[in-house]
Nanobody, 117 residues
Framework: QVQLVESGGGLVQPGGSLRLACVASGSIFSFYDMGWYRQPPGKSRELVAVITSGGGTDYATSVKGRFTISRDSAKNTVYLQMNSVKPDDTAVYYC???????????WGQGTQVAVSS
């Protein structure tokens, strides 16, 4: 069982920055792809960014060039650096850990991000 705990959400003005953190309950990064998802109000959950077990990264088109996903294996922590935020970035952000073999997926409890002036 993997536990994921997010932190760092809050209220930020448009154009500002925020860094989210997700602490995993163990050293899982060698086996799991780690992702950040978000769910805007009234909408479905969507993938924001992913960092694979091999260290590769990928981003949703809407955040490419503004957000950066990274990880610190010594701290069992994945980060999402959010720069130049927009009101459309307002959502609950969830951390996700996914393994293909065996097929396992874990979610954090979510952290709220609100972008408003």
């Amino acid at each position: 069982q993997v536990q994921l705990v997010e932190s760092g959400g809050g209220l930020v003005q448009p154009g500002g920055s925020l860094r989210l953190a997700c602490v995993a309950s163990g050293s899982i990064f060698s086996f799991y792809d780690m992702g950040w998802y978000r769910q805007p109000p009234g909408k479905s959950r969507e993938l924001v960014a992913v960092i694979t077990s091999g260290g590769g990264t990928d981003y949703a088109t809407s955040v490419k060039g503004r957000f950066t996903i990274s990880r610190d294996s010594a701290k069992n922590t994945v980060y999402l650096q959010m720069n130049s935020v927009k009101p459309d970035d307002t959502a609950v952000y969830y951390c996700n850990a996914k393994r293909l073999f065996p097929s396992l997926t874990y979610w954090g409890q979510g952290t709220q991000v609100a972008v408003s002036s």
